[in-house]
Nanobody
């Protein structure tokens, strides 16, 4: 079994920073892409940022120059450093990972349970 566990969410004021972490554990052979998504009530879950195993990154436009995604492959962990937070960043943030659990090059997508980020004005 594979688990993704997020941490680091909380309540902050506009302009402040937060760092999210997501650690993958279990029967992991290899992790390909990892990413962070967010969702607010009544809206679809949206991609915030992603990072490949080679550490190439991709960001949604609204977080470029404010958020930084990184990963520690030795620890099977992905991070999201969020700076200059705005009230419209308020959401539940979910970790996502494409994980290969055996010798065949076939991955499954795993999700964490989410962590709440609330930014007050």
């Amino acid at each position: 079994q594979v688990q993704l566990v997020e941490s680091g969410g909380g309540l902050v004021q506009a302009g402040e920073s937060l760092r999210l972490s997501c650690a993958a554990s279990g029967s992991i052979f290899r992790i390909n892409d990892m990413g962070w998504y967010r969702q607010v009530p009544g809206k679809q879950r949206e991609l915030v940022a992603s990072i490949t195993s080679g550490k190439s990154t991709n960001y949604t436009d609204s977080v470029k120059d404010r958020f930084t995604i990184s990963r520690d492959n030795a620890k099977n962990t992905v991070y999201l450093q969020m700076s200059s937070l705005r009230p419209d960043d308020t959401a539940v943030y979910y970790c996502n990972a494409h994980i290969i659990t055996g010798p065949l090059p076939m991955f499954q997508i795993y999700w964490g349970r989410g962590t709440q980020v609330t930014v007050s004005s």
